[in-house]
């Protein structure tokens, strides 16, 4: 099992930053691959991807978050981190950090992110 642990959510005005940070615990291997991964998800709307990174530093992002958003990760920590700069209310949303490592799928419990004036 891994236990992953979400902190940094709250809120902010539009156009302001936040960094959410995502700690992994357990069954963690250091020698194989997996990816780590922030999804959100809003009222009425279905889960999706936002950025994910390898082990090796590869990253995939959401068209919507290009440009604003950095994912990172520290792999001595077992830690992934998202910096949200110019933050906007369409990116309120439950962030959830997500751990991947061939079949298994592992999921956090999720960090709320507002937006608003």
């Known amino acids: 099992q891994v236990q992953l642990v979400e902190s940094g959510g709250g809120l902010v005005q539009p156009g302001g930053s936040l960094s959410l940070s995502c700690a992994a615990s357990?069954?963690?291997?250091?020698?194989?691959?997996?990816?780590m991964s922030w999804y959100r998800q809003a009222p009425g709307k279905q889960r999706e991807l936002v950025e994910g990174i390898t082990t090796g530093g590869v990253t995939n992002y959401a068209d919507s978050v290009k440009g604003r958003f950095t994912i990172s990760r520290d792999n001595a920590k077992n830690t992934v981190y998202l910096q949200m700069n110019s933050l906007k209310p369409e990116d309120t949303a439950l962030y959830y950090c997500n751990y991947k490592r061939g079949p298994n799928d592992y999921w956090g419990q999720g960090t709320q992110v507002t937006v608003s004036s």
């Open positions: 357990g069954r963690i291997s250091s020698v194989s691959v997996n990816i």
